[in-house]
C-alpha cells in the first residue's frame, strides 16, 4: 500500500504551487480557463478520475487539482485563476500541429457543496462542462469522517461526530449567505452527513446550468467497471477515446464493514428519504 504524505510536507508542497501560481499571473492574458471541472462530491472517487484523466494526451491539467478558486479563493481574481491553467500556446500546438482535441480543467469537490459557486461558475465560465460523481452517502460519511482523522482535524468518534453535527454546524450556512467572502472551517471540515444530501446540492447547479453540461455519476459505477466510466467522461468532453493503464478497483463495501452496525443502519435510515427524492428527481438511485 502506498504511504500518504505526512500533513506538514503536503502543506509545504501546496504552499510551494501557490506561490508559483502567483508568479504566473503575470502571464495569465494568454492562459486557458477551464473546459471542465469535477465539482464533487467529496471522498467519491474525484481524485481518482482527475488523475487518470489528466493522462491524457489530450488532456492539460492545472498545476493544483484542487484550486478551491470558487469557494475560498474567488477573491483573488480571474487572473489568478487563470495562472494554475495551461497558456493558449498548448492549445494551438494540439490542435493546428499535432490535429488533436485539447481540454484542460481542475477538480475541487468542495464546490458542489458551497452555496455561491454555481453562479459564480456561471459568471466565469458559462460554458465550462461539469462532473459530479456521487457515492452511497453512507459510505462517503465514514470515509469523511476517516479522513478528517487523519488529518488531525476530527478528534471525536463517529458516533458522536455526527451526533453533534447539527450544533457544530448551527448558523454556519446562514453566515455564508450574508457574506459571501465568509469561510466556514466547520462547514467544510465537519459535514459527514450534510454533504451526502445531494439532492440539495444538485438543485442549485442544475437550476443555473443546462442537463447537458452536467454529467452525474455513480461512484460504484466508476469504482467496480473504471474503463466504462472514463469512456463515457471522455464522450461527455468530446475527447478521442483512450485507455489509461492500472486502473484499481476499490471494494466499496470494505469500509462501511468497519462501521458499527447500528451506525450504519441509522444513516441508512436517514438518507433514506434523500435519496429517494434524488432517485426521483435524477433516475439515479444510489442502493
Same mark, same amino acid.
Given at each position: 500500500?502506498?504511504e500518504?504524505? #505526512?500533513?506538514?510536507?503536503?502543506?509545504?508542497?501546496? !504552499?510551494?504551487?501557490?506561490?508559483?501560481?502567483?508568479?504566473?499571473?503575470?502571464? %495569465?492574458?494568454?492562459?486557458?480557463?477551464?473546459?471542465?471541472?469535477?465539482?464533487?462530491?467529496? /471522498?467519491?472517487?474525484?481524485?481518482?478520475?482527475?488523475?487518470?484523466?489528466?493522462? $491524457? #494526451?489530450?488532456?492539460? %491539467?492545472a498545476?493544483?487539482?484542487?484550486? =478551491?478558486?470558487?469557494?475560498?479563493?474567488?477573491?483573488?481574481?480571474?487572473?489568478?485563476?487563470?495562472? !494554475?491553467?495551461?497558456?493558449? *500556446?498548448?492549445?494551438?500546438?494540439?490542435k493546428?500541429?499535432?490535429?488533436?482535441?485539447?481540454?484542460?480543467?481542475?477538480?475541487? #469537490?468542495?464546490?458542489?457543496?458551497? #452555496?455561491?459557486?454555481?453562479?459564480?461558475? +456561471?459568471?466565469?465560465?458559462?460554458? &465550462?462542462?461539469?462532473? &459530479?460523481? *456521487?457515492?452511497?452517502? &453512507?459510505g462517503?460519511a465514514?470515509? $469523511?469522517?476517516? $479522513?478528517?482523522?487523519?488529518?488531525?482535524?476530527?478528534?471525536? %468518534?463517529f458516533?458522536?461526530?455526527?451526533?453533534?453535527?447539527?450544533?457544530?454546524?448551527h448558523?454556519?450556512?446562514? /453566515?455564508?449567505?450574508?457574506?459571501? =467572502?465568509?469561510?466556514?472551517?466547520?462547514?467544510? !471540515?465537519?459535514?459527514?452527513?450534510?454533504?451526502?444530501?445531494?439532492?440539495?446540492?444538485?438543485?442549485?447547479?442544475?437550476?443555473?446550468?443546462?442537463?447537458?453540461?452536467?454529467?452525474?455519476?455513480?461512484?460504484?459505477?466508476?469504482?467496480?467497471?473504471?474503463?466504462?466510466?472514463f469512456?463515457?467522461?471522455?464522450?461527455?468532453?468530446? +475527447?478521442?477515446?483512450?485507455?489509461?493503464?492500472?486502473?484499481?478497483?476499490?471494494?466499496?463495501?470494505?469500509?462501511?464493514?468497519?462501521?458499527?452496525?447500528?451506525?450504519?443502519?441509522?444513516?441508512?435510515?436517514?438518507?433514506?428519504? $434523500?435519496?429517494?427524492? +434524488?432517485?426521483?428527481?435524477?433516475?439515479?438511485?444510489?442502493?
Amino acid at each position: 500500500m502506498r504511504e500518504r504524505a #505526512p500533513l506538514f510536507i503536503k502543506k509545504a508542497y501546496r !504552499h510551494g504551487l501557490q506561490s508559483y501560481a502567483r508568479t504566473r499571473i503575470i502571464t %495569465s492574458q494568454i492562459r486557458l480557463l477551464p473546459d471542465f471541472i469535477i465539482i464533487g462530491a467529496q /471522498k467519491c472517487g474525484t481524485s481518482s478520475l482527475y488523475r487518470n484523466l489528466i493522462k $491524457h #494526451p489530450c488532456v492539460g %491539467s492545472a498545476i493544483w487539482k484542487e484550486v =478551491n478558486f470558487f469557494d475560498i479563493n474567488f477573491k483573488k481574481g480571474t487572473a489568478w485563476y487563470r495562472a !494554475h491553467f495551461p497558456s493558449f *500556446l498548448h492549445k494551438y500546438y494540439a490542435k493546428q500541429i499535432r490535429k488533436q482535441d485539447y481540454a484542460t480543467g481542475e477538480k475541487t #469537490p468542495d464546490y458542489i457543496f458551497y #452555496p455561491h459557486a454555481p453562479k459564480r461558475v +456561471l459568471e466565469t465560465v458559462p460554458q &465550462v462542462k461539469l462532473i &459530479v460523481l *456521487l457515492r452511497n452517502p &453512507v459510505g462517503r460519511a465514514y470515509s $469523511h469522517y476517516r $479522513h478528517e482523522v487523519r488529518l488531525g482535524y476530527e478528534t471525536l %468518534s463517529f458516533e458522536d461526530a455526527i451526533e453533534k453535527e447539527k450544533k457544530r454546524l448551527h448558523g454556519e450556512m446562514e /453566515k455564508m449567505l450574508e457574506d459571501e =467572502n465568509y469561510y466556514s472551517y466547520k462547514y467544510q !471540515h465537519y459535514s459527514y452527513l450534510s454533504k451526502g444530501i445531494y439532492i440539495d446540492q444538485l438543485k442549485n447547479w442544475m437550476k443555473i446550468f443546462p442537463k447537458e453540461q452536467i454529467l452525474i455519476l455513480k461512484s460504484e459505477d466508476f469504482f467496480n467497471a473504471p474503463t466504462s466510466i472514463f469512456k463515457q467522461v471522455l464522450e461527455f468532453l468530446n +475527447l478521442p477515446t483512450w485507455e489509461p493503464k492500472g486502473y484499481r478497483k476499490y471494494n466499496v463495501g470494505q469500509l462501511t464493514e468497519k462501521m458499527n452496525a447500528a451506525t450504519k443502519k441509522r444513516l441508512i435510515n436517514y438518507f433514506e428519504p $434523500h435519496n429517494q427524492r +434524488l432517485h426521483k428527481y435524477l433516475g439515479i438511485e444510489l442502493g
